[in-house]
């Protein structure tokens, strides 16, 4: 079986991390693989993970009748996806698929926030990773409402 | 050996065409790119070349209706023909669109600064477009990879609305295949049948491998997009002074006399449209220019 050590360790979401704190994150992850189609999570139900994509691609999509359903977003190789797990209900408010065979680490959130309240320095290193890849998250949905190549007006390319 | 005392014969310098008067082109081809997108491919009435830098733009004359700015959208490296991609936002580039081979167009240009292809060899460079922004960068992008040993890696980041909205689907095709240029495609809006990247184009910044200590940026696209970009090739490592935008404003005369395109201190037309990131930064997020 892989060591997931070194892979965590490597990864730039959790370089803020001792190593003490990498082998307890490894102690709640694990190698996953999910096929072309195959559903990582769905919305609405209880969201006790989160994704280190290895590799491939996952398409993030809500549910939006009678359009079927809307990809808002797709995530690759070395992103990371899903923090419903970390506040309450613990429901994801998205279904995310694979868009090809996609290999990711699981990382157990049940087990993580038990550790995380036990240790708080690894608490605070994990929340300010989630918070800038929230940050991010929500820099791209703001320039994504604005429609920006909707509304450019008559100017040098037109 | 003249002497210090006599006078140097003043150079027969070529007499310059006046910016003002448009010169007659004549359509060769039209392209229709997207469902509000074409292309004009022109050739001089009476042949000639028209020699410009990528980034340049043209005032693109349509007799009986009125002129606008286009940016120049073909390759450097063939002068003989001059192609312009536009879209149709108004009456001029509706008029445009309806023009067929052979009809008669006036063109003024080019005008204005180019991209820093020069500067950037030796360097890595990321290209990133948005929308229609593709089309001022295509020249760009042309003569990088003509002399192509002499850059790094070479990036297109390139986000369109939709899938339908992409720009020269086929070129980025050929140029994916050619493994000369890494090129990243996303839509801000995907339709069920589309297998690619959704997300602004800013999320595709973090995927690529570039040095961004040997970077050179080139961005254009809505400010609002080149706004975003710099600030994730910031978080990125990129240093706003290797970042140059392509700004746009009303230009009329082309030349800086008119001061219809006038942001502060500086006349897009004349000192840009290309221009460092430094130079124009605080300029954009003043919301009263």
Redo the contacts between chains.
Sequence with gaps: MEALDPLLAEHPFLKGLTPAHIRTVAGCARNERFEAGQFLFREGEEAHQFFIVRHG?V?VEVGAPPR???????V????ILGWSWLVPPYRWRFSAQA?ELTRVIALDGRCLRQKCEEDHDLGYELLKSFADIVG?RL??TR??L????????????? | MSSVLEAPRPVEAAPRPDPMLPVPFVVERTQRETADTFTLELLPQGGGRFPFDPGQ?NMLYVFGIGE????ISGDPAFPQRLIH??????AV?KGMGALKRGDALGVRGPFGTGWPVEEAEGCDVVVVA????L??LRPALYEILAHRERYGRVVLLY???TPD?ILYRKQLHDWRGDFDLDVHV?V?R?T?A???????V??LI??VPFDPYHTVAMVC??E??MR?TV??LERRGVPAAKVWLSL????KCGVGLCGHCQCGPKFICKDG?VFPCVDVWDLMSRREL
């Design positions: 691609k398409a079927g359903a809307v990809t808002i977003q797709t690759a190789d070395g992103e868009k991010q820099d791209a320039l994504q604005l429609d920006v190549y909707a509304t450019e007006p008559a100017g040098r390319h037109r | 733009f606008v700015p286009i940016s991609t536009t879209r149709v936002v108004g580039t948005g929308g229609i922004g089309a001022p986000g369109a609305r909205d996303t801000d995907a069920s589309w297998r690619g990247n959704v997300g602004v800013t999320t973090p995927r696209g809505p609002t997009m975003f600030l994730e746009e404003r009303n230009m449209p």
